[in-house]
């Protein structure tokens, strides 16, 4: 735990920093406010990559969804905090950097570009404070040696957010009127259904399967804590897909003489 901590700690802070060093030299005409947002994207798109491996190695070992064990499904977690933590801060200095530039003259970590983070970003820093201070406990204590296979499930939703890094910096290099960029949204769109959406009825079904109930009986049999997490998990997950869709239909939708106005 405390290693993987520990690593983890200086790994993400230390591969955004390379990021930057490297772009520096790499593009040295573009902003510092430019070099952080792709780096920000970048260590994202290791994370998640890593997120997603794991969650496929848990899932594919754990045959018995309730009771075999994967230590991945416990030591990624580890990895997560330190990650969330860092991504917070990230996110942070992406709003005070997009502030500056729209000429909103606040003081670096003052009181006022901090609250005004947390208005604009509220949901996120809340989805982030959330698997912080409600998912770790739970995966880590609450469901005792229970459950592996969720725990992977869980990790897979992260296989849609390198499309959405990948689609972000395609914006941020004016390539968003590319066939890249839009073959990228259906890949996120399908991503994030299938591994956003889609991923609590599987993981309802998965154990009404190894049960052998009916998966409308599931949510009375697992514990209140589980139905409880994943509803607070699926929720902003419709959310983001709803503008993913909507950005979607503006995409798709509109005519190269709409797109040139």
């Given at each position: ?10 790994f ?6 390379l ?58 977690v ?14 942070y ?23 005004s ?21 739970i995966t ?39 066939l ?11 991503t ?29 049999r ?8 994943n ?31």
């Open positions: 735990m405390w290693r993987t901590l520990a690593l983890a700690s200086a993400f802070p230390g591969l955004f920093a990021c930057i060093r490297l772009l520096r030299w790499a593009a040295p005409g573009w902003s510092l406010k430019d070099r952080i947002l792709l780096s920000g994207r970048l260590v994202s798109t290791v994370q998640a990559t890593m997120a997603t491996v794991s969650g496929i190695t848990v899932v594919l070992n754990c045959k018995d969804v309730v009771y075999d064990r994967h230590w991945l499904a416990v030591e990624y580890w990895v997560l905090v330190p990650y969330m933590t860092y991504d917070v801060y990230v996110m200095l992406c709003h005070w950097h997009k502030s500056r530039d729209r000429g909103i003259a606040e003081k670096k970590h003052s009181l006022a570009s901090v609250r983070f947390l208005l604009q970003e509220r949901l996120m820093v809340t989805h982030h404070l959330f698997i912080l201070i409600v998912l770790t406990p880590q204590h609450f469901r005792g040696e229970l459950g592996d296979f969720f725990v992977g499930c869980i990790f897979i939703a992260e296989l849609s957010t390198p499309f959405v890094s990948l689609g972000k910096i395609l914006m941020q290099l004016e390539m968003q009127d590319t890249l960029h839009k073959v990228n949204g259906i890949v996120i769109l399908v994030f259904f299938l591994c956003r959406i889609l991923l609590f009825p599987f993981m309802y079904a998965a154990y009404a399967r190894q049960v052998g109930i009916p998966v409308y009986m599931v949510p009375f697992i514990p209140l804590h589980c139905n409880i997490a509803a607070s998990l699926i929720a902003p997950q419709l959310y983001w897909f709803r503008l993913i869709c909507r950005k979607a239909a503006r995409l798709y939708g509109s005519s190269p003489a709409d797109k040139s106005r």
